[in-house]
């Protein structure tokens, strides 16, 4: 359906324009919710809608990665807050996190753009503050993205070098070593969002078997093989080795390796546009997704709690990575820890995969609404593809600029890729506050087929209330000695960021930027 034709026109439209209309629909696999939720949105179908409920869960799933991301998160919350703190501090993250997920799922369902949080500004803020708002968000929603990509990927890098340290005691991890790992994953994962993108829901589904049997090939061999602490060791032993003043203080810091396990509410919301059904099958697919990721990744910490034995052993450990020391502690065999890894190196891997299509259409849809600088060139489809390819080879081309950076610094690449963090919690924030103040005073919200109902306003003002806090820790250092490598940087980035963004939106952004909001049709 073309962006001038109203409901009223289609209603009033003979029946062989309104069967041309159908077929070019079905053609992209739509149906007539589509149209008509892209006809409220002001937007023409360009991608194909390929998933369904089930690619579209495991899309969710693989993505988020929860258990495998929280074994290979575990040392910073282990160092600040211990076994105990670990435990409940990721159990306090995963419920404030499905108020964020229940909030994201029925915005979703209100308008399911690839554009997401900046278009949800766009539509809900007060009418002065739409467009300065919306700009601002859509470039800090860019920037996470992009920069939660490197960090990803740089995950599955350094695993890789903390097995070869496993293997071959003589390898001594090489920043420019983990560089290419980066580059390398990276360029295999576009490949499956270019030349395979069409098989990209079959994939996807496949794949969420994995995440699923993967998860039991590594909880049972630890269930059967280590030895246990006790109950009092996991779940009341709190620690504080990072040097805080306060015990209670650790663990409030130590939040941050939940807080980035379970961190991607929105990632199927920028896929929006390729989903069959999508105001339906969204908010369905990340209320799942959050459920059993969030359900797996707490039993998978409480069980490594349980395994790991001495904290500071593991912690200590020549690979980088606690988990995989466990690992071998438990099998006492190479060729076992190294199978057991090469799970979590595969998932984090496909992971990868949907995070580059989910930054790639994020990318395209701001640039679309002539959000970024050579918006044309990224927001161009090539015909025959129905694939923003060109926001997908700056995807890659992007996250191999930033790999650079760690050859010369890897704690200038670790604060890049504790932005991401940072980034989209303040687009949840933001986002949820003006939801807050429309229901407040107004206008009505538009119409959607998943809601929250009375419960509505509670809930966005309990994920506000987490955010907020959660929000003010991840600026924390790494240790209350702050020097140059300990010193979270992460502030300094985002800060500098959203000065950019300010300047260039008064300079040059205001004027050609075009507010999802403008496009919007609102019924009476």
Same mark, same amino acid.
């Given at each position: ?6 409901? /009223? ?14 077929? /070019? ?57 211990? /076994? ?24 979703? #369902? ?20 739409? /467009? ?110 990072? *040097?805080?003043? #306060? ?9 941050? #390796? ?125 015909? *025959? ?23 010369? #610094? ?115």
């Amino acid at each position: 359906m073309s962006d001038t034709t109203s409901s /009223k026109d289609y209603i009033e439209m003979s029946s062989e324009t309104q069967i041309f209309e159908m077929d /070019k629909l079905n053609a992209r696999g739509g149906t007539a919710a589509d149209v008509r939720e892209m006809e409220r949105l002001g937007r023409t179908q360009v991608l194909n809608r390929n998933f369904r409920f089930l690619s579209t869960l495991g899309f969710a799933c693989t993505l988020m990665s929860t258990w495998e991301i929280a074994l290979m998160t575990s040392a910073f919350g282990l160092l600040n807050g211990g /076994k105990a703190g670990l435990v409940w501090g990721y159990l306090v993250v995963w419920l404030g996190y499905l108020l964020v997920f229940a909030s994201i799922a029925e915005m979703a #369902s209100m308008a399911p753009t690839s554009g997401g949080q900046y278009h949800w500004v766009s539509e809900f803020a007060p009418p002065r503050a739409q /467009k300065f708002f919306s700009y601002t968000i859509g470039w800090i929603s860019v920037l996470g993205w992009q920069t939660g990509l490197a960090s990803l990927a740089f995950l599955a890098g350094t695993m890789i070098q903390g097995l070869l340290v496993l293997a071959q005691p003589t390898y001594e991890f090489q920043n420019w070593h983990g560089t290419l790992l980066v580059i390398g994953i990276t360029a295999f994962c576009i490949v499956f969002n270019t030349f395979l993108a069409n098989r990209l829901p079959i994939v996807e589904g496949t794949v969420l078997v994995v995440h699923v049997l993967g998860f039991f090939a590594v909880l049972v061999p630890l269930w059967v093989l280590a030895p246990r602490s006790t109950p009092a060791d996991v779940f009341g032993s709190f620690l504080n080795l990072g *040097g805080w003043s #306060s015990t209670g203080l650790a663990v409030m810091v130590g939040l941050l #390796s939940p807080v980035y396990t379970l961190i991607g509410a929105d990632s199927t919301v920028h896929m929006s546009e390729e989903v069959r059904d999508a105001s339906r099958v969204l908010p369905r697919a990340i209320m799942w997704a959050a459920t059993i990721n969030g359900a797996m990744g707490w039993i998978m910490l409480i069980t490594f709690c349980f395994t790991l034995g001495d904290v500071l052993d593991v912690v200590d450990t020549p690979t980088g990575y606690p988990f995989i020391q466990v690992f071998y502690n438990v099998t006492q065999s190479i060729a076992g820890t190294s199978v057991m890894t090469a799970i979590l190196i595969v998932n984090v891997t496909s992971a990868c995969i949907s995070t580059v299509a989910t930054v790639s259409r994020q990318t395209w849809s701001f640039a679309r609404d002539c959000g970024l600088p050579g918006s044309a060139y990224i927001a161009h489809v090539k015909p *025959g593809w129905n694939i923003p390819l060109n926001a997908v080879l700056l995807t890659f081309t992007i996250t191999s600029l930033l790999s650079l950076i760690n050859i010369g #610094s890897a704690v200038a690449f670790n604060a890049i890729g504790s932005l991401a963090v940072s980034a989209l919690l303040g687009t949840y924030l933001i986002s949820f506050t003006f939801l807050i103040l429309c229901r407040l005073r107004g206008p009505a919200l538009p119409p959607r087929r998943w809601s929250l109902g009375r419960w509505g306003l509670a809930v966005n003002v309990g994920a506000v209330l987490f955010l907020a806090i959660v929000w003010v820790f991840v600026f924390f250092p790494q240790t209350p000695d702050v020097t140059v490598d300990t010193m979270n940087w992460n502030v300094v980035i985002f800060v500098g960021t959203m000065l950019f963004s300010v300047v260039y939106y008064f300079v040059w952004g205001h004027k050609r930027y075009m507010a999802p909001v403008a496009l919007v049709r609102r019924e009476d």
